[in-house]
């Protein structure tokens, strides 16, 4: 909705008896309302609501909490450290690719030693190419994303263990 058309609505609001009008156009809602005690228009421009992505975001998966019977005299063994892992994510919203072409090999696999300045995969975003490299030593332990799959910007992309 371009301005000129919102200032002929205030304009035809204020000109006519109408008190409120409400306008929606591709998403885009406009409100003009005239105040009873000083008929000047108020102007609300409500902030289009974004629809849901299309495309669920993927998450690491939770493990499931577990239960164990204990009897009276036996201490529950302590709960061990989850190990917490490095995530590369994504600095931009696009497609994820692992390799470099369709025929070529993955940059990385599982298990792959990584280094800082390391290219991890790709993401097209608007037909450019942008590679993603690694800002840690480490291993990969996960890989986050399906190739070809969009992602979202700062989705955890791989797990790198970096200890």
Same mark, same amino acid.
């Given at each position: ?5 919102? =200032? ?8 006519? %008896? ?24 108020? &102007? #609300? ?5 974004? $629809?849901? $992505?299309? +495309? $669920?975001?993927? #998450? ?6 577990? +239960? ?14 989850? =190990? =917490? &892992? ?6 931009? *919203?696009?497609?994820?690719?692992? !390799?470099?072409?369709?025929?070529? !090999? ?8 990584? #280094? ?13 190419? %942008? ?17 070809? =799959?969009? *992602? ?12």
């Amino acid at each position: 909705m371009d301005l000129a058309y919102v =200032k002929k609505i205030v304009k035809l609001v204020e000109e006519s %008896n109408v008190n409120e009008l409400e306008v929606e156009e591709k998403g885009v809602r406009v409100r003009v309302t005239k105040r009873a005690n000083d008929m000047h228009p108020v &102007y #609300q421009f409500p902030v289009p609501s974004m $629809p849901a $992505p299309a +495309v $669920p975001v993927q #998450q690491s998966p939770v493990p499931a909490p577990t +239960v164990e019977s204990v009897s009276g005299s036996e201490k529950p063994p302590a709960a061990p450290s989850e =190990k =917490k &892992y490095h995530e590369v994510k994504s600095p931009i *919203v696009g497609t994820f690719y692992r !390799a470099p072409a369709p025929d070529a !090999a993955n940059y990385v696999e599982v298990g792959s030693l990584v #280094q800082p300045g390391n290219v991890l995969c790709i993401v097209e975003a608007m037909k450019l190419m %942008n590679e993603i490299e690694c800002d840690v030593a480490g291993k990969i332990v996960k890989v986050c994303v399906e190739n070809g =799959k969009p *992602v979202e910007y700062n989705q955890a992309l791989f797990l790198v263990d970096i200890d």
